[in-house]
């Protein structure tokens, strides 16, 4: 019963979590290319050469004690009080340091505008570092709903201000007053709706315990945030940040699609997955499932959108950012397997593996330091195609641990999710010669899109891919029963 009860609380969560991420990266998207419209790619350029700063100090500030919250189940109160004033110890110290590092920063790029900017920018970072135990909590009692009412209300209001200050004038200070007022925003909300004052102090037995799962995905954490953002620091020097701003709108898109999945699974599944994570033969049933449903959605968007990547940049960015459609192109198909790694990972930290996280990600590093030694002197393309070839090599790497547990590696992830592959990959080839058709690149985009939308569908039926019979008998129930209950 008790299980059953999680698996209903889960769904729920995974249903508000999709709302919250679909809707809020709806918003985002919108905003985002009212912005960029607005503003132009050296503004995006600017902010992408500090992202790598403001994503390190995230992590640091996290330090692996959001899941290693949700991953203890006997947490209690002096848990919850230790992260929040760890956290924020270390989020003021991150600040200042970074305060002090910002004319180094600016003279490394060699843009004097920067020192500014940042100063002002990783202000969000100390307002961050108070939301993690709200977070937390809402995310253990699996209240989906109210992050998603959050975090829409953050994301549009801080849309409006941006988009009003880039009508202003402002430039790239429109951007930097949008990440500030969305963290304000969210932290009011998570404070009203968390309902959680802290009521110990500081325990160093619990920061042990909570920091002996963390620290390896704070190392972790570091890593994948080294391999995630060093081509964001290294374009930004080598090239100029007009470049970087065509790769950063090229990376946008699958971006969008990736990383809303990706956010929407693991968090609103790893609570779940930890409360199995003594049942591996069960556990192992949940982790098909979601690798089944992720490749549904993920190839043939990602496919579609690498096919289509002129249309998309022209019709929605303008011709302005036409230069970004080949990295567009790119990242999306280097994108492809992103979640299916990102799910392997999470399931090795659902079992309190985080020592194993750790060390795949560090086997990482000199594939990282080999691809950059051969690419970058080549070309930004030759980047951007270096890091297709690496996904996979990670792909693999992320499943070697799986296979060594679960004796589910590599070969059976992909021979699982095999009707997919080859519905996606004619699906792509079919888009190709439709969109080609129509030199009106809207007519192209939106007749591309439906023609894939049709032709997977279809291909999946003739294919008899389980999982789409299952929806659409589900659907039929649904149907059923709401005309029953009128």
Do not use: C
């Not at 991420?21 to 607005?38: D, W």
């Not at 919850?80 to 004319?103: D, G, R």
């Not at 209001?157 to 007053?177: C, D, N, P, Q, R």
């Amino acid at each position: 019963m008790e299980e059953k009860n999680l698996k209903r609380k889960t769904k729920v969560g995974m249903a508000w979590n999709a709302i919250e991420k679909i809707s809020v990266q709806g918003i985002s998207f919108i905003i985002s290319i009212i912005l960029a419209r607005l503003l132009n790619p050296h503004d995006y350029g600017i902010i992408g050469m500090v992202s790598i700063f403001i994503t390190f100090a995230n992590v640091f500030i996290d330090s692996g004690f959001l899941r290693a919250l949700i991953q203890k189940q006997d947490r209690n109160e002096i848990d919850y009080s230790t992260t929040l004033i760890f956290n924020v110890l270390i989020s003021i110290i991150l600040y200042l340091i970074l305060f002090i590092a910002a004319p180094y920063i600016a003279n490394f790029y060699k843009t004097p505008e920067l020192v500014r900017i940042q100063r002002v920018l990783f202000l969000f970072i100390i307002i961050n570092s108070l939301t993690i135990v709200q977070n937390a909590k809402l995310q253990i009692n699996l209240d989906f709903k109210s992050i998603a009412i959050i975090t829409a209300i953050s994301t549009i209001l801080s849309g409006f201000i941006a988009v009003i200050f880039a009508l202003k004038g402002f430039g790239v200070w429109a951007l930097v007053i949008q990440t500030l007022s969305k963290a304000l925003i969210s932290f009011i909300g998570l404070w009203i709706r968390g309902k959680w004052i802290p009521k110990t102090g500081f325990s160093i037995d619990s920061f042990k315990k909570l920091f002996s799962y963390g620290s390896k995905l704070l190392f972790s954490g570091l890593l994948g945030t080294t391999i995630s953002n060093v081509n964001n620091l290294i374009i930004g020097k080598i090239y100029n940040p007009e470049n970087l701003g065509f790769y950063t709108r090229g990376q946008q898109f699958p971006d969008l699609t990736v990383g809303t999945l990706n956010s929407v699974l693991t968090n609103s599944t790893f609570p779940m997955m930890t409360a199995l994570q003594d049942n591996h033969e069960e556990l192992l049933n949940v982790f098909k499932r979601l690798l089944k449903l992720t490749s549904l959605i993920v190839f043939p968007a990602m496919i579609g959108m690498a096919i289509l990547s002129e249309n998309i940049m022209l019709v929605i960015l303008g011709e302005k950012w036409l230069p970004a459609a080949i990295y567009l192109f790119w990242l999306s198909i280097s994108n492809i397997l992103v979640p299916l790694s990102s799910l392997n990972l999470n399931l090795l930290n659902a079992i309190g593996r985080s020592d194993l996280f750790l060390k795949i990600d560090i086997a990482k590093v000199p594939i990282i330091i080999l691809t950059m030694i051969i690419t970058f002197p080549i070309s930004l393309k030759a980047v951007v195609i270096g890091m297709t070839i690496t996904s996979v090599i990670y792909f693999y790497m992320n499943t070697f641990m799986i296979n060594k547990i679960f004796k589910f590696g590599f070969f059976k992830q992909i021979l699982l999710v095999w009707k997919t592959i080859i519905a996606s990959l004619i699906m792509g080839i079919l888009v190709f010669f439709i969109k080609n058709i129509f030199d009106n690149m809207l007519y192209g985009l939106i007749i591309g899109i439906l023609t894939g939308i049709i032709s997977y569908t279809i291909l999946l039926f003739f294919l008899r891919e389980e999982e789409l019979y299952l929806f659409f008998n589900k659907l039929k129930i649904y149907l059923n029963n709401t005309k029953k209950n009128k």
